[in-house]
């Protein structure tokens, strides 16, 4: 009797298909997996991802304008900015209807805010305008284009029908414009006047100082780390609480102590003017500027640098060295050939994260820096907290997030990010 074959598929132990039980286990472990790191997933997505969609958002919405004058900006769709005519009486009537139900719901200064980030005047022209439109009487107090513009001489002018006109839709590119120094025009597209053009010179700003003190942190740092990394263990460990201590006070302090070593004043003048280097009526001038900041934040930021050169450097064994040298390499050929190529990464590492650190800081330029030394991040900071122009600062928050990513993609197709090493 000849044998027989069972073709049929593999059974697991219960029976069912061996390829279907190996597929329902390993999706039981990547869902066991996946509740492990949930709490941690879910609090990035709270504290990381949903703050920088709602900045972006913000950066791009502008509902304000069509939602406390529905009736004004439909009336205006017919109204051609381009005609150097006032809108007709209708647009009058319909403004007259909304700024009734804005004023009892308190959003005619809202809006004349949102407005007035784009006309200088508008706040005002819609709150002294509301207090006298709450009274009219909408059935019998017409005409009212020349009751509004007896109101307000403004109303009688073509600039805030236009930029009514021009911000009623729901998203605006008007505040990304605003934050390269550009606006929205009746023909599109124009250039602010030169005296209102600041973003572009703080954005070029902060990358040159961002830059500059990249350099600086890793000149002084490589020397440090490469004493660290090639001492007795028990002596680098000594020292590197040294390098650590800076991190036990506070930032502000360690910012206002800069300040008063730096000021014409201070310790480091003193030095000057005891030594003869200077005289006492030549002080050095070095906080309120650049110089100032540059200082102050190559301090704070320098075992940013220090630390991840300082691990890359201590896997570097010292047999390469002895080998070079033995082959009749000098000590600076031993140095630059064959040691400072392995220790790359570690720079790679510290300057990453010391220029998008740079990038962000607020602080130190605010305190330090005056009016030549500020970063982008204080203007962002000052329409966040002071004129409350959330749209403009998300913009330039969201500009400023892209460029460290175009950054950090050209550092990725020049030198590698797998190259970028903490020790190991």
Known sequence: MSDTTNSGPVLAADGTPLKRSLARALRTQKLRALALVAPLLIFVLITFLAPIADMLF????????????????AALSTWDPNSGELPDEAVYAALADDLKVAVAEKDHTKLGSRLNYELTGASSLFRKSGRKVKKWDLETDGPFKEKFIELHEGWGELPIWQTIKIYSPKYTSGYFLNAVDLKKGLDGIESRPENEQIYWLLFKRTMFMSMVITISCIMLGYPVAWILANLPMRTSNLLMILVLLPFWTSLLVRTSAWKVMLQQQGVINDTLVWLGLVGDADRLTMINN???TIVAMTHILLPFMILPMYSVMQTIPETYLRAAKSLGATNWTAFWRVYFPQSVPGI???????FILSIGY???????????GTFISNRIAFHISSSLNWGLGAALGAILLLVVLLLYWAYDQIVGIDNVKLGG
């Open 290 to 292: 650049q110089f100032g």
């Open 348 to 354: 790679g590492a510290g300057s990453i994260l010391v």
């Open 362 to 372: 607020y602080i130190t330029p605010e305190i330090v820096g005056g009016n030549t």
């Open 58 to 73: 913000r950066s791009v919405e502008n509902d304000i304008v069509r939602k406390t004058l529905p009736k004004t900006v």
